[in-house]
Structures are given as C-alpha cells and as structure tokens.
C-alpha cells in the first residue's frame, strides 16, 4: 500500500504547488519585480529628449532607439568630469586585486585552522567567524588614519606612514581585509569536508604541510574558492562605501559606483546620462550573475544556511 | 598633493587607464612572485622547521591583517567615540548624549528602527511565499532569476533604477515619465514629489531594500524547502491538509532554522546600509539612517566623535545577533 501511495502522493504534491494560481502569483510577482530594472533600460536606449518628455511605457507605441546616451555618457568628458569608461576600468582595477588578495589569504588561512591541530585553534575560528558581522562603520576612522599617518604608539612607529595614500592600494588593502572573514569561513567550512584518509594518507607518504597543500588542498576547493570569488567580485564591484572612503578623493582611481553616485546627485545629471550610466554599471555583475547563477547560489547557501 | 592632480588633469583618460592597469599587473605579478617565493623557499625545510613555518605561512598572514585591520580599529573607534571632534581630547559620554538628545539624530535613530524592522520581516516574507509557490513548480528557473537578479546589482544601480520609478514632474503641462506619479495621476489625478512626502519617503527607500532583499530571502528559503523530506510532505497530504495549512503547520517550523538565519543576515545588511538613503535623498526630508549619518558625521563635518559614537550605536544593534550566532554555530559543531 505504501509504495502505491507515495507515487500518487507525488504527484498530487506537484499538481497542488503547480496549480494554475500559483504560478500565475509567481509569475505576476516576477514581473513586479522586473518592471523597474526594465524601465531603466528602456529608457537608456530612447533618445534624450523622448526620455524627458514622455514615459517609457510610451515606446512601445513609437519605438525610437537611440544609442546617443551610451555614446555620451561613456566617452564624452572634461579632466574634471572624466568619462565613465574611465571609472569602468578603475572599477576593474579595484576588483580584480580585490578577489585575488583575500581569497589566497583566506585559503591559506582556512588550510590552517581546518588541518592544523593547535591550542585556541577554535577560539580562533569562532573569533574570525564573529569579525564577519563587524560594520564597515566601526573601521573607516582609524583605518583612513593608518594609510595616511602610519600606527603610531606614543612615540614608536609600529607602521610608517607608506604615502599610499590617492593610489589603489589602501582600497585594495580595505577590500581584503573586509572579505577575509567571510572567505575564511566558507573555505573552512569546504576544507574541513576533505576526508581525513586522503589528508593522512599523503601525509604518511611523506608530504610536508606545504606539499599536502599545493598537491591535494589547493586542488579540491577550487570550486569553493570559484563560488567565494563570485561572491567578492559582486561585493567589491558593487561597493559604493569603501570606494567612496578610500578612493573617493582621487578621481583617477574612483569606482563606477562613487561616479554615479555623484551623477545622481548633482542636478546637472538628466536622465538620459543617468540611466544609461546605471547600465553600464551593471552590466557586469548582470553577466557574471546569468552566467554563474549556480555558483554563486552555492556560495550564498554554504554562508548563509549552514551558518 | 596638488601637484599631483595638476600632472594628473593634464593626462587623457585613456593615459589615465593605462597608469593604472600597469600599476595593476605589477601589484598582482609582485603578490603572485612573493606567494610562489615563499611557497618553494618553505617547502625546501625541513619536516621539523615546517611544523612552526606552516603557521606563519599559512595563518599569520590572515590574522595579521585581521587584528590591524578590523580589530585595532573598532577598538580605536570606542575611544575616539568618547574624544572631541579632532580626537584631542577625552570628552565622557557627550558624543553620546548628543546621539540621543539631539531632535535630527533622534529622527535618525527612529529612521534605523523602521528599516530593520520592515527589511528583513516583509523580504523574508514575500521570499518565502515564491519559495513555497515556486516548490514543486517545473520551471521556477526564469521566475527565480528575476527576482534574484536585484542581489547583483549595486545599491546605487538600485537606487537609480527606483529614483527613476519615484520621479516627478512639477508642471502640470508636461507628462509624467515616473511610473509610480503617472499609475497615481492616472488613479488620483494627482501625484506628489514623492521623495520629499514625509514620512512616505522613508517607506519608500525601504521598499527599495526590500526589492534587494527578497531574492536572497528567496533563493535560501527554497533550499531548505528542498530538504524537508517528501514523507513528511505526503503524510501531511494524506491527512487532507489544505497548502496553506501546510505552508504554517510543515513547511514553516521544518525550516525555521534557516528563517531565523535569513532573518538575522538581512538584518545586519539593513543596519549597514547607506548607499540607498545616500544616494536617492542624500540623507535629506527626514530620511535619513544611522549608517548615512555616520559617514556623514565623520567625513563630511569631520567630526570623529559623533562619527565614531554612531558607529559604536551600530555596533550595539549587531552585538545580540552575533552573540546568537555564535551560539547557534557552537550547537551545530557540537552535533557534528
């Protein structure tokens, strides 16, 4: 009877979810949730004085596309008001170190704390675990002050002042320090999954901490680390509050979100130059999400569910 | 420093990009150069020197940065909390009376409860619902991107996207090209500046946060509906349960752990958030949020003690969610 009973059961289970207003409510809700994003872009493509003057609704009726608004707002500029191509490469410029130095600390370090057997070696992990939730807030003052003063005890220099400041480093510096506790978390979360057989076997053929490393670990959290650095391209492409402290008085090395930003605020910026610019921001992290949905899905669960 | 923005000014943009991506490949080529360095160099020791080189390799880098980065500086902030304006000198408990005297910072505060009530509460909320009604559904695949797709986009791409929805035509003669002023024109018709509407205003930013929110909501929750095991969704359908009885009587307190947890992220995102308030009102019409008002106290008055106070107020609201966390990780373990 069982047996009989759960096929049906089954299927009853997906006519019920699959029912016709369901789908239709999710369907409905999907679209809510798209009809902003899509009127951005819409927009984007009118011509200035369309987008000033009528809704974008409206195109549908008297279609007139225009990639005017792209044109300006990505090569046209002054030394004062750069074009946004050149905040797009500064983006990248930021982001790219900004994966790379908190992922290979953080896969060093997660290495450590999930195969080295050590005193407060817990009290680490759950110290590092609690620095994730840390605002971004508590640290701008004092950081800011270290990149352009040096630490300074009294009167010994624990840290010179390096003149970095205006140069990418500090952001870079900001940005892996701020990625590194939830990079470690999630890696020790993976790390510590690796059979123990397979750690001990290599270690008994003679495999030093190092070896076991670049030979066996490294190898298998290559998913893992491709889910968390997903995650940080997102988080540091998108930034607007690191960029905007760190970065923000130097237009040669500001972000693509600090320019907007300022787009938006000055009343100069109409909506033509805005909503393409908003498009252009986007663009990557909407590839980079379409296309590694599953990853970063992964990473996003392996933080949030088991945590 | 001048005279760097003079040299600077005279450079095109393209000149201006390859500057930087040269200095760009030489700061990942000198990381890559020094990582493989002390990687071959450790390796070559011997067994007995790696047991203590493996923690400086390995952990010390991480920690290093993590206590002069993250925890010298959140102990600096505490004392700058309790100096003057130019940190000269030690003023008590002022910064922080000043927080909860003054009528502007009271707003402020009031703004911050609102937030990280209604954020994670209605995003959770609708995520759980699409979550529930997408479950069994065959292909939930397009709806869920789009409803996710607002977690890859920046809070400022956000930010334009709806101050686009919100925008408003103060002539009469010219139409409405906000969706939202020509949906009320079109109902009422009139519609208000919707962004200087006090107190809509401030539910209006939230809506925006909420939009963000739900698909993590979203994508968490469904997850965990996958993994309540079908015979206690079949015994529960055997006994006649009507789906939403099912949703409140199952499927809720099946995954209530992971409620909980979406709860406590969004709320933490929520406390933090600064760039929708920045970046739509400048913080302005009685909407703004302790995070804004931080770095504005900060950076723009370039008062460190207020600054420092808000951000050690903000620090308070996270500490319980913290503390629960840590808790809730430790029982994990332990089962383990």
Redesign the interface.
């Known amino acids: 009877m069982a047996t009989l009973?759960?096929p049906t059961?089954?299927r009853?289970?997906?006519n019920?979810?699959?029912?016709p207003i369901?789908?239709a409510?999710?369907?409905l809700?999907?679209?809510f949730?798209?009809?902003?994003?899509f009127?951005?872009l819409v927009?984007s493509i009118r011509p200035e004085q369309d987008?000033?003057?009528?809704?974008?609704?409206t195109f549908f009726s008297a279609p007139n596309v225009s990639f005017e608004n792209y044109q300006a707002v990505l090569f046209e500029?002054t030394?004062?008001n750069?074009?946004l191509?050149?905040f797009f490469?500064?983006s990248l410029?930021i982001t790219?170190?900004a994966v790379?130095?908190p992922i290979?600390?953080?896969v060093?370090?997660a290495?450590?704390?999930a195969w080295?057997e050590?005193k407060g070696r817990d009290f680490?992990f759950?110290s590092?675990?609690?620095?994730q939730?840390?605002?971004?807030?508590?640290?701008?003052?004092?950081?800011l002050q270290?990149f352009s003063q040096g630490?300074k005890f009294g009167d010994v220099t624990v840290?010179p002042d390096l003149g970095i400041t205006?140069?990418?480093?500090p952001v870079?510096?900001?940005h892996?320090?701020?990625g590194?506790?939830l990079a470690?978390f999630l890696l020790h979360n993976f790390l510590s999954q690796i059979p123990r057989e397979l750690v001990e076997a290599a270690r008994v053929d003679g495999a030093?901490?190092?070896?076991l490393?670049?030979k066996i670990i490294l190898p298998l959290s290559i998913p893992a680390i491709a889910s968390f650095a997903i995650f940080q391209f997102?988080w540091v492409?998108?930034?607007?509050?690191v960029g905007?402290?760190f970065g923000a008085g130097t237009?040669?090395?500001a972000p693509m979100?600090v320019r907007?930003?300022e787009m938006?605020?000055t009343r100069g910026s109409g909506?033509e130059v805005?909503?393409a610019?908003?498009f252009v921001?986007?663009i990557v992290?909407?590839i980079?999400?379409?296309t590694l949905?599953r990853y970063?899905?992964r990473g996003?669960?392996a933080g949030?569910?088991?945590? | 420093m001048s005279s760097i923005g003079i040299l600077a000014a005279r450079e095109t943009p393209w000149e201006i990009v390859a500057n930087n991506f040269s200095l760009l490949a030489v700061a990942l080529l000198a990381f890559g150069a020094i990582v493989v360095l002390v990687f071959l160099l450790a390796e070559r020791t011997s067994v007995k020197a790696q047991e203590w080189i493996k923690y400086l390799v390995f952990i010390a880098p991480a920690v290093l940065l993590l206590l002069i980065g993250l925890i010298y500086p959140a102990i600096r902030t505490l004392v700058l909390s309790f100096m003057d304006a130019r940190s000269e000198e030690f003023v008590g408990f002022e910064n922080y009376v000043w927080a909860f005297t003054i009528p502007e910072i009271v707003i402020v505060l009031r703004n911050t409860a609102l937030w990280v009530f209604l954020v994670p509460l209605v995003s959770t909320a609708i995520g759980l619902a699409i979550a529930y009604m997408t479950d069994r559904m065959k292909r939930p695949g397009i709806i869920k991107s789009l409803i996710f797709m607002p977690m890859a986009i920046s809070f400022v791409g956000a930010s334009v996207i709806w101050k686009f929805v919100y925008s408003y035509e103060p002539s009469d003669k010219r139409p409405e090209i906000g969706l939202l002023s020509a949906i009320s024109k079109a109902l009422n018709g009139s519609a208000p500046n919707w962004l200087l509407e006090i107190p809509l205003n401030t539910f209006l930013l939230i809506i925006v946060m909420i939009w963000i929110q739900t698909g993590f909501a979203m994508v968490v929750l469904a997850a965990a509906m996958k993994n309540i095991p079908d015979e206690v969704v079949e015994a529960a359908m055997l006994d006649g349960a009507t789906p939403i009885k099912r949703f409140f009587q199952v499927t809720i307190p099946m995954i209530r752990a992971t409620v909980v947890v979406v709860l406590t992220t969004i709320t933490i995102a929520t406390l933090k958030v600064f760039d929708v308030v920045r970046t739509m009102t400048g913080g302005n019409f009685q909407t703004n949020v302790i995070a804004n008002e931080m770095y504005s106290q900060a950076f723009r008055q370039m008062n460190y003690g207020t600054g420092s106070a808000l951000a050690i107020i903000l620090f308070i609201g996270i500490i319980p969610i913290i503390w629960y966390n840590i808790r809730q990780l430790r029982r994990e373990r332990t089962e383990r």
């Open positions: 009973s759960m059961a089954k009853k289970a997906k019920i979810f699959s029912s369901a789908s409510a999710a369907w809700i999907a679209i949730w798209t009809i902003p994003t009127g951005l927009s987008i000033n003057s009528s809704g974008w609704w500029g030394t004062t750069p074009p191509f050149q490469f500064n410029a790219l170190p790379v130095f290979t600390l953080a060093f370090a290495y450590g704390l080295f050590f680490l759950f590092i675990f609690a620095l939730v840390v605002p971004l807030q508590l640290t701008l003052i004092p950081l270290l630490l840290i205006g140069t990418y480093i870079w510096i900001a892996t320090i701020f590194l506790p470690i030093g901490w190092f070896k490393f670049s997102l492409w998108n930034d607007l509050l905007l402290t237009k040669e090395i979100t907007i930003a938006v605020g909506w805005l909503t610019g908003a921001s986007m992290p909407l980079v999400f379409f949905q970063f899905v996003l669960l949030s569910v088991k945590g």
